[in-house]
């Protein structure tokens, strides 16, 4: 399987008490568990089903994801800053690998 590629977006400074918009996208070959390979065996399901953005360790945003979530899922969301921190964001899969990808931003 490729190698996913967790990406975000969100800027690198904001003033106290913005609320900022921050967008997410991780590459991820997703399966459904519902194909079968050349043998007429079942392909085992492989999607995220967990997504989780922390400020500081803290968990601002998550969400748990069903099997209709497209490839390489996509989120949207915005987040009100105080102070000057580390986002971290994590995806995990059906086989347990996590994914992450860590943003500082700079509050004034």
Known sequence: ???????????????????????TIISHKMESGQRKDKKGNKIPRRIINKFTCKLDGEQIFG???????????????????????????????????????KQKIKVS
């Open 63 to 101: 969400c748990d994801l069903e099997p209709a979530i497209s490839a390489n899922p996509y989120f949207q969301f915005n987040a009100k800053v105080e102070k000057t921190g580390e986002f971290e964001f994590i995806w995990e899969d059906d086989n347990g690998d996590k994914y992450s990808k």
């Open 1 to 23: 399987m490729a190698k996913s590629k967790p990406r975000v977006k969100l800027p690198k400074k904001a003033g106290k008490g913005d609320v900022i918009t921050i967008k």
